[in-house]
Structures are given as structure tokens and as C-alpha cells.
């Protein structure tokens, strides 16, 4: 088993998760210490003007808001065997220009003096897969560790939902038939923007604004009409592919947006579950979403199986992603796939990322 520190800035663009976990690729040995480093206004404005771009002055500075950040929410925990480096994505298109992840993980491993596996999905995309999510082959080896015994679905509501259904009786995650995962639809990230850009708020924090409204009729219909929900798994979306969702709710109050865009979200997860090979025994719920309470309730409202937050499982919720990248990092190191088929739709089982030591030279300029 290798102590590993794995590292996610998410869509949200809230801040850098770290956690560490033991493993050795394909089992979880424990988890250890967290450390959460919040992006602070200025930052998050860096970020922002950067997504949906692929070249220029706003993702260079992003870039270094993300390398800096990292280096400074690392140093907390302490020296380790490996670091797992997810970056910040601004841009996502597999089936166009690719997917960019900003993050040099060379410098951050020069930086902190610590080996770095970063650039996890490029191979996968050059491969043609969809390069997302790559959580599944961790949410597999959290299968086994929770000791399901039926199948069952983890459900991320980060900026985006991500949704991955495991069946714990295969052998390993790139077996046939062992995982289905898939990006459901928008998560948190439209309602964060609208919060953001009514109310100078990063979020509906416990869903407040949401419980005092309504969900405004018709709305949920237009939304499930997009191409995108009917579109066969696996399958992934860029933050701001549906950008529109703001122009929908541009006449309602602010709790009726909220509440409308929380609906939205929750029918997303709903229309995505009809792909499952098989029903869930139980969604466990990881990610910022899980801790509004209106979302929940819809959620639980609609699905046809318990739904749990992630810690009714012991898991911490807040972490997942983060600990699937130090996971993912162990298995690139060993030279495990960490994508298979039934996860970005690549056409095999393929292994990403880029290993860089902590001694390399460092580059011209620097």
C-alpha cells in the first residue's frame, strides 16, 4: 500500500480538496487526513474568466492561481509516496478540440518534493472516450471497501452530476458489465452562477432560497427535451453546456429560480437512472449537492431506492474526489487502466496520466 494524496478542484470552483488514502491501486487500505484550501474572490473571478477558453492570457493566470493553490493546500499534510494532480478543467469537448486541465505537475512536484501523476484524461480522449468522469474505477474499489453485496450508485453533484453504477460481484472495474457511468446532466454549478449573479453569493447554502419557491411550470419539460437526455451512455458535458438554463429562469424571482434550477438538476439524476443495467439497492450522494437539502428530498422523491449521503456509508463525501485521484494515481503508476468502455465510451480498457518525479530539472525560464 502507498500513501497517497490526492488532490480535485472541481467545476464549482470553491476551492482545492486534498485527502489522503492508502492503497495499492486496487484495494482501499484506510484514509488519513483532509485539507481544503478555499479560492478566495479574486481567484475565483481568475478561474472563471478562464472557463470555456483553450489558449491565452486568462488561462495562463488561471494556471497559476491553480498551481499555487495546490502547493499551498498540500503542504499541510506532510511528505507522501505519490500525489494525484486533477488540475482545474476550463474546457471540455471529446469530441472536438479535446480536454484541457490546467496545472503544470511538473512544477508542483518540483515545488513540493513529491513524485505527481497529473494529465489524467487526455490518453483517454485521444483514445476516443469521453474523458469523464474517472471516478468510477475509485467508486469500485469504494464497493468493495463498504462491502456492497447488490448493486449499487454513486452520484456526484459537483458543478456537474456524475453518475456511476457499480456491480460489486465482478472481479475488477474494467471487467464487462462492472461499471455504467455517466455525467447526468447540470448539478450545482447554474444555480451557484445565479446565486453568484443575483445575490453576490457563491451558493443556495442549505438550500434556503430554493425552499421558499416554487418549481415554475413547464419548465422541467423543456429542460428534459434536449437531445442530451436521450443521448445512450456513456457521455459527458463541459460546465457551461447548458449555459441557457439561466436565460429559462431569467423572469422568475430569485427563490423561484432557485427552486426551478434545483428541480432541473434532481430531473437530470431521475431521467439518468433509466439507463442502469439493473435498479440500485441504494445512491449514495457525494459532492457539494448533497448538502442542500431541497435537492435531497427531490431526489429522494423521484428515484426508486434509498438515498443516502455518502457517510451513511462511511465515506466522506466531501473527499471522494479527491481520494479517486490518489487512487487513480496508484494505478498509473502500476500501469492499471484507469478508463475502460462502460465509463468514457473509450474503445478499451486504457490507462492516462503523466508520472513526474520530484527531481526533474527544471525547464528554461522557470
Not at 25 to 47: Q, T
Not at 96 to 125: E, H, K, M, Y
Request: aromatic letters at 6%; proline letters at 8%.
Amino acid at each position: 500500500m502507498l500513501r497517497v494524496l490526492g488532490t480535485m478542484s472541481g467545476t464549482s470552483l470553491d476551492g482545492v480538496d486534498v485527502a489522503e488514502i492508502e492503497s495499492d491501486g486496487i484495494r482501499i487500505g484506510g484514509f488519513g487526513r483532509n485539507a481544503y484550501r478555499p479560492y478566495d474572490d479574486r481567484e475565483r473571478r481568475v478561474l472563471a474568466a478562464a472557463l470555456g477558453r483553450w489558449h491565452g492570457p486568462e488561462v495562463e493566470a488561471a494556471a497559476s492561481v491553480v498551481d499555487a493553490a495546490h502547493a499551498e493546500a498540500l503542504a499541510p499534510l506532510g511528505p507522501a509516496d505519490l500525489v494525484g494532480f486533477h488540475g482545474q478543467t476550463l474546457a471540455h469537448e471529446p469530441r472536438g478540440r479535446g480536454t484541457l486541465q490546467v496545472g503544470d505537475g511538473a512544477r508542483l512536484a518540483r515545488d513540493i518534493g513529491c513524485p505527481v501523476v497529473w494529465d489524467f484524461r487526455s490518453d483517454d480522449v485521444a483514445l476516443g472516450g469521453e474523458g469523464a468522469p474517472l471516478a468510477p474505477f475509485f467508486h469500485f474499489a469504494c464497493a468493495k471497501w463498504i462491502g456492497a453485496q447488490a448493486p449499487v450508485a454513486f452520484l456526484n453533484l459537483g458543478g456537474v452530476g456524475n453518475l456511476t453504477w457499480v456491480d460489486p460481484a465482478r472481479t475488477a472495474p474494467e471487467d464487462e458489465g462492472a461499471l455504467l457511468a455517466f455525467d447526468t446532466g447540470p448539478a450545482n454549478a447554474p444555480l451557484n452562477d445565479l446565486v453568484q449573479a443575483r445575490l453576490g453569493q457563491p451558493m443556495d447554502r442549505g438550500g434556503a432560497l430554493a425552499a421558499r419557491g416554487q418549481v415554475a411550470d413547464g419548465m422541467l419539460e423543456t429542460f428534459l427535451a434536449d437531445p442530451w437526455f436521450a443521448r445512450i451512455p456513456p457521455k459527458s458535458l463541459d460546465r457551461n453546456d447548458f449555459a441557457e438554463m439561466a436565460a429559462l429562469v431569467e423572469g422568475l424571482s430569485d427563490a423561484d429560480a432557485a427552486a426551478t434550477l434545483t428541480a432541473m438538476s434532481a430531473a437530470a439524476v431521475a431521467q439518468g437512472m433509466a439507463f442502469c443495467p439493473a435498479p440500485p439497492a441504494r445512491v449514495l450522494v457525494a459532492g457539494g449537492g448533497r448538502h442542500n437539502p431541497v435537492l435531497m428530498r427531490m431526489l429522494a422523491a423521484s428515484l426508486d431506492c434509498p438515498v443516502d449521503p455518502v457517510e451513511a456509508a462511511g465515506l466522506d463525501g466531501d473527499m471522494l474526489e479527491a481520494q479517486a485521484f490518489g487512487h487513480l494515481a496508484v494505478r498509473v503508476l502500476r500501469g492499471l487502466p484507469t478508463s475502460a468502455p462502460g465509463t468514457t465510451g473509450v474503445r478499451a480498457p486504457v490507462g492516462g496520466g503523466r508520472i513526474s518525479p520530484a527531481h526533474a530539472a527544471a525547464a528554461p525560464g522557470d
